[in-house]
């Protein structure tokens, strides 16, 4: 039946115009898809990462890389200790420190440089794992022990050791840890120089004269050198 150009379906409480019908099923079709709508954009926002929301033209966040610690550095050729010296010191890129500079603290001291500390403060510092090492331009004493700031703020000892320890000193060769002795100074005993990373080493004991009625008598300081790093301190760089 046709009323006012309507058509009319027949329903429980009698005749209903079809466009009332029609409205009143969309709207209740229409309903949860207005509520879920909403609700999966929210659930798809939540799901994009924030490094790329940030790589959009915000600051992104950037995971900090921890610093590989130096292998150790061995210098196989003979020669006076005069030449082993400037060969360590080319090899590592470190000239000494400026001359204006009494004593300075390994922390501030600049990159590839290289100072001195006397044995009995190395010997402290190393046993409480001091976070700094204070540096001397020249020796203080004939004895002092030599420090390299390399260029990636590495700390380096640097010291004599006995021929056969050059295996246990390779990368290549070397076992996790190795017990060596680091003298001061170069003798018929100890004639390879060495420079040896800080991070890694253990030092229980101060270093011991060589010759106990001198006083600038070459030291022995024994160690150990880990095969990874122990210590996160200045010593290593900033």
Avoid: C, W
């Avoid at 926002?45 to 940030?54: E, T």
């Avoid at 001091?130 to 020249?138: A, H, I, N, V, Y």
């Avoid at 420079?195 to 106990?212: E, N, Q, T």
């Amino acid at each position: 039946m046709r009323v006012r150009d309507s058509f009319f379906i027949a329903v429980p409480d009698g005749l209903a115009p079809m466009v009332d019908i029609v409205a009143r099923l969309t709207r209740i079709r229409l309903v949860p898809y207005l509520i879920a709508s909403p609700l999966l954009v929210l659930t798809l926002m939540s799901l994009v990462p924030v490094s790329l929301s940030g790589a959009q033209g915000g600051k992104t966040e950037v995971f900090p890389v921890q610093k590989a610690a130096p292998a150790a550095v061995f210098i196989e050729t003979a020669g006076s200790e005069v030449e082993l010296r400037h060969q360590l010191r080319a090899k590592n890129g470190v000239s000494e420190l400026s001359s204006s500079t009494s004593v300075i603290r390994f922390s501030v001291a600049p990159t590839g440089s290289f100072g001195f500390i006397t044995p009995n403060l190395l010997g402290l510092a190393l046993i409480t794992q001091s976070p700094d090492l204070p540096l001397e331009q020249t020796p203080p004493t004939t004895n002092a022990y030599e420090i390299h700031k390399l260029a990636d703020g590495s700390g380096m000892l640097v010291g004599f050791v006995e021929a056969n320890l050059k295996p246990q000193l390779t990368p290549s060769q070397r076992p996790k840890n190795v017990r060596l002795g680091l003298y001061s100074n170069p003798s018929s005993k100890a004639p390879h120089i060495v420079a040896v990373p800080l991070v890694k080493l253990i030092v229980d004991r101060m270093p011991i004269r060589l010759d106990p009625k001198e006083q600038g008598s070459a030291v022995l300081l024994d160690m150990d050198l880990q095969s990874t790093a122990n210590r996160t301190s200045s010593q290593t760089g900033p």
